[in-house]
């Protein structure tokens, strides 16, 4: 629930953090209120999640993600509808809305008091949840939902593996195909046991099986029908070992290394790469994002998906510390930023 106040009136200005230079301080400056053209919304924002990706976007290592800097960066947002464009018939002034909308390729990120968003990146957010809650949702779960549901078809009686999940993008998976009808499975560490077996896993202990060990242990070495990396690098070739033979499939949000694909061939199996942000670096596919966020909402209303926040919390002129906490392996969930 969200104890959101509807505001009838929009500002001449708003406070923004921005970033000037890369691995730069967060700056809080006053900017117009955006226009808002046909098609966009005009949203207030209440919260915005601080992903891994926008550190490395600040940092300027991010190749795939580039933001021109100075910018105004987040790419998360949880808000309320304060004025429409043209056109836009989805949402009205009032309605609370969330989702993946900006921060990269020269869009405004969400480290703002507004934004004008394209109505297509936008849906309703979930009722159950706060502010705060579903500002952490957007890009993990969209990004588990392009992997496991558009690429991989997951379905009831499935055994699916997830590395790394205890992550943004882990956690969202185990409980999307949990909610699919799966079997799931994941490697983390005996820390983070706990938490994975609240979302409905199974947790593997990758620091003491190999791949082999837990192919065999969980499946009689058949192989995982569908294995979903999040990690990337080395994870993403135990994958490939580990996975159904003819009608297993392999995705990975982080498959940006080289790999050779033998392993994988030799099983009969199949491979997809997720990339996110397409829709918002080229504008196509925009619409599919809003539609996978409504499903999302459904999940959450349902009792079968909740976001994993950190408890700290911070303000938009704390958006720095929260970057430090989103990086020092102490937040416990998504870090989430205060805006209104």
Request: proline content about 5%; overall charge neutral.
């Given at each position: 629930?969200?104890?959101?106040?509807?505001?009838?009136?929009?500002?001449?200005?708003m406070?923004?953090?921005?970033?000037?230079?890369?691995?730069?301080?967060?700056?809080l400056?006053?900017?117009?209120?955006?226009?808002?053209?046909?098609?966009?919304?005009?949203v207030?924002?209440?919260?915005?999640?601080?992903?891994?990706?926008?550190?490395?976007?600040?940092?300027?290592?991010?190749?795939?993600?580039?933001q021109?800097?100075p910018?105004?960066?987040?790419m998360?947002?949880?808000?309320?509808?304060?004025?429409?464009?043209?056109?836009?018939t989805r949402?009205?002034?009032?309605?609370?809305?969330?989702?993946l909308?900006?921060?990269?390729?020269?869009?405004?990120?969400?480290?703002?008091?507004?934004?004008?968003?394209?109505?297509?990146?936008?849906?309703?957010k979930?009722?159950?949840l706060?502010?705060?809650?579903?500002?952490?949702l957007?890009?993990?779960?969209?990004?588990?939902?392009?992997?496991?549901?558009?690429?991989?078809?997951?379905?009831?009686?499935?055994?699916?593996?997830?590395?790394?999940?205890?992550?943004?993008?882990?956690?969202?998976?185990?409980?999307?195909?949990?909610?699919?009808?799966?079997?799931?499975?994941?490697?983390v560490?005996p820390?983070?046991?706990?938490?994975?077996?609240?979302?409905?896993?199974?947790?593997i202990?990758?620091t003491?099986?190999t791949?082999?060990?837990?192919?065999?242990?969980?499946t009689?070495?058949?192989?995982?029908?569908?294995?979903?990396?999040?990690?990337g690098?080395?994870?993403?070739?135990?994958?490939?070992?580990?996975?159904r033979?003819?009608?297993?499939?392999?995705?990975s949000?982080?498959?940006?290394?080289?790999?050779?694909?033998?392993?994988?061939?030799?099983?009969?199996?199949?491979?997809?790469?997720?990339?996110?942000?397409?829709?918002?670096?080229?504008?196509?596919?925009?619409?599919h994002?809003?539609?996978?966020?409504?499903?999302?909402?459904?999940?959450?209303?349902?009792?079968?998906?909740?976001?994993?926040?950190?408890?700290?919390?911070?303000?938009l002129?704390?958006?720095?510390?929260?970057?430090?906490?989103?990086?020092s392996?102490?937040?416990?969930g998504?870090?989430?930023?205060?805006?209104?």
């Amino acid at each position: 629930m969200t104890s959101s106040k509807l505001h009838t009136s929009v500002p001449a200005t708003m406070q923004a953090a921005i970033v000037f230079e890369a691995n730069g301080p967060f700056k809080l400056v006053d900017r117009p209120v955006p226009d808002v053209a046909a098609g966009r919304v005009l949203v207030r924002i209440v919260a915005s999640g601080v992903n891994p990706l926008d550190t490395k976007i600040r940092a300027g290592v991010a190749a795939h993600a580039k933001q021109p800097l100075p910018a105004i960066l987040g790419m998360d947002l949880a808000g309320v509808v304060a004025k429409v464009g043209e056109g836009v018939t989805r949402f009205k002034v009032g309605d609370e809305v969330y989702g993946l909308v900006g921060g990269v390729g020269g869009l405004q990120g969400t480290l703002a008091g507004y934004a004008s968003v394209d109505e297509e990146l936008l849906a309703h957010k979930p009722q159950r949840l706060s502010m705060r809650e579903a500002a952490a949702l957007p890009l993990v779960t969209i990004t588990a939902w392009e992997g496991l549901i558009d690429r991989a078809r997951t379905r009831a009686g499935d055994k699916v593996l997830v590395h790394g999940g205890a992550g943004g993008v882990g956690s969202a998976a185990i409980q999307i195909a949990r909610a699919y009808g799966a079997d799931v499975f994941t490697t983390v560490t005996p820390e983070q046991f706990a938490v994975v077996k609240s979302l409905g896993a199974t947790p593997i202990d990758y620091t003491s099986s190999t791949p082999a060990d837990y192919v065999l242990a969980h499946t009689a070495d058949e192989g995982f029908d569908v294995v979903y990396d999040t990690v990337g690098g080395p994870t993403l070739d135990a994958s490939f070992q580990v996975v159904r033979r003819y009608t297993g499939h392999v995705v990975s949000a982080l498959g940006w290394g080289t790999h050779a694909l033998a392993p994988l061939s030799f099983r009969g199996a199949t491979y997809s790469g997720v990339f996110t942000l397409l829709p918002m670096l080229t504008g196509k596919g925009r619409t599919h994002h809003a539609e996978i966020l409504t499903q999302v909402a459904q999940l959450v209303d349902a009792g079968q998906l909740r976001p994993l926040v950190d408890s700290q919390r911070f303000t938009l002129d704390q958006a720095g510390d929260a970057h430090a906490r989103a990086t020092s392996g102490q937040a416990v969930g998504k870090v989430v930023v205060d805006v209104a």
